[in-house]
């Protein structure tokens, strides 16, 4: 390492915190772990990271406090019902890569500032193939001076972009989900009217590809609708959830969202179809349905 190793507590060790986790520890951090269900985080004992029983026991002595928690109202229990924010240092920095609501993420700012303790949020694209190969990429929003000082830690796990001040990484990810699930939409419909019409649903992705239509949507989940394969590696019910926070972050700025507002419907619909623990390409799934295409 070119800097000197940190000591990192990792909060959260699910699909995306076991990899990241490793890849801190590979790095040449010291890192602590904590997960609700420790079972999770036990294989991180292999790879010579200790799994702490309690959030605040993991943070103590931490330079840097990621989170992977579930979403707004888990991180916000965790940091202030469970004590686990008066056992961080003053001086430390808090770097939220969850996906939350921003006002979400703004609050929480504040309630550590008077606690001596910066913050980021800094939640993260690329699903698990981009947390196991480092290449994620990370938006974030806070402080100049605290992006800067992150930089250790970003740096093994992606691609990091400094986009504002606090909640603008949430605002961010929002953006880019709002893409995300509006294009697998697009895909997935585009590809059922050609079949449904008689193209070779396969053939018309491979026509396609190189032109104004394709995108890395086309390729990678439209290539998992051809082989319906939903195997989860970003869950709808995660999509939707980042949907409704789209929608509710729009409602907070007086933004009209129509398109994502239909998205969020067509999400909800699949997810009550009981698909909610496919891959978020599933969504091709509840569209085959609609069409009699199953």
Request: hydrophobic share 45%; charged share 20%; with cysteine.
């Amino acid at each position: 390492m070119t800097t000197p190793p940190l000591r990192i507590a990792v909060l959260g060790i699910g699909m995306m915190g076991l990899p990241m986790a490793r890849r801190l520890s590979e790095a040449g951090h010291q890192v602590r772990a904590w997960n609700r269900t420790r079972a999770k985080a036990e294989p991180l004992v292999r790879c010579g990271i200790t799994v702490a029983p309690t959030p605040a026991e993991a943070v103590q002595d931490a330079d840097i406090v990621i989170s992977l928690l579930e979403n707004g109202p888990v991180v916000g229990q965790v940091l202030f019902d469970l004590g686990t924010a008066r056992s961080m240092r003053k001086g430390s920095l808090f770097i939220d890569m969850a996906s939350i609501q921003p006002s979400e993420a703004r609050d929480h700012a504040a309630r550590l500032g008077e606690l001596g303790v910066a913050h980021l949020d800094a939640p993260v694209s690329g699903g698990t193939v981009g947390a196991e190969a480092g290449t994620l990429a990370i938006m974030v929003g806070g402080r100049p001076e605290d992006f800067l000082r992150a930089q250790p830690v970003f740096a093994p796990l992606g691609r990091a972009t400094h986009v504002g001040p606090h909640g603008a990484g949430q605002l961010a990810k929002l953006a880019n989900q709002m893409i995300v699930g509006i294009t697998i939409g697009a895909v997935a419909e585009a590809l059922l009217f050609a079949a449904k019409g008689g193209a070779d649903m396969a053939k018309v992705r491979e026509a396609i590809s190189g032109g104004f239509a394709d995108s890395r949507i086309l390729q990678l989940h439209g290539q998992r609708m051809v082989e319906r394969d939903f195997a989860p590696r970003g869950r709808m019910a995660v999509q939707l959830k980042d949907l409704r926070n789209a929608m509710a972050t729009a409602q907070e700025t007086g933004f009209d969202a129509p398109i994502t507002a239909l998205f969020e419907v067509l999400y909800a619909d699949g997810v009550e179809h009981g698909l909610g623990e496919l891959d978020h390409s599933g969504l091709f799934v509840e569209l085959a349905s609609r069409n009699a295409m199953q």
